[in-house]
T-cell receptor
């Protein structure tokens, strides 16, 4: 059974804290993604990675960074958390096979609240 | 400029009736389309997909129709059940999107008993 896991389901942090969100997949996928989901805005891509140590900015990278030291693990870092980063964070992975068949598999999400 | 649009933020349907969720796209290079379903506090799960070489794909109660000339696709759920209440996202890939999926904003489907 394929699986994407995220380190926390719920997280509460204070403004200015450094926050780490971890994501691990066991499908040997090359591609990994971080999204945030806010009501009425759908899924917005923060960063993605198509290989170890490779990263690409998505649509809303400001205030975030990422790290991919191992194929199975993709970390999202909030350098200095702010209240407007309160959101649901979703990690996903996909195989590189076939340019059109880009089905992504998602983790359960982390609901982050920044006070 | 959104390349994938779901113009209905929400839809309410009576249990047992047909639910029709719509999605429009602007990029003619898209060649693969996916529908995902998302419950609150969970990650999206893949529901059904369609390649641009087809105009229909069916899986049980779920059917996706693609009209390439209109750049429009729709998801039909028949009959609708209470467990279908969720947010549905349309996504597209192909062209310059590389490994990414381009997402719509989602439609919240509410099935009334």
């Amino acid at each position: 059974d394929v699986k994407v896991t995220q380190s926390s389901r719920y997280l509460v942090k204070r403004t200015g804290e450094k926050v780490f969100l971890e994501c691990v997949q066991d499908m040997d996928h090359e591609n990994m993604f971080w999204y945030r989901q806010d009501p009425g805005l759908g899924l917005r891509l923060i960063y993605f990675s198509y290989d170890v140590k490779m990263k690409e900015k998505g649509d809303i990278p400001e205030g975030y960074s990422v790290s991919r030291e191992k194929k199975e693990r993709f970390s999202l870092i909030l350098e200095s958390a702010s209240t407007n980063q309160t959101s649901m964070y979703l990690c996903a992975s996909s195989s590189r096979g076939g340019s059109s068949y880009n089905e992504q598999f998602f983790g359960p999400g982390t609901r982050l609240t920044v006070l | 400029d959104q390349q994938v649009k779901q113009n209905s933020p929400s839809l309410s349907v009576q249990e047992g009736r047909i639910s029709i969720l719509n999605c429009d796209y602007t990029n003619s290079m898209f060649d693969y389309f996916l529908w995902y379903k998302k419950y609150p506090a969970e990650g999206p799960t893949f529901l059904i997909s369609i390649s641009s070489i087809k105009d229909k794909n069916e899986d049980g109660r779920f059917t996706v129709f693609l009209n390439k000339s209109a750049k429009h696709l729709s998801l039909h759920i028949v009959p609708s059940q209470p467990g279908d209440s969720a947010v549905y996202f349309c996504a597209a890939s192909g062209g310059e999107s590389n490994y990414q999926l381009i997402w719509g904003a989602g439609t919240k489907l509410i099935i009334k008993p």
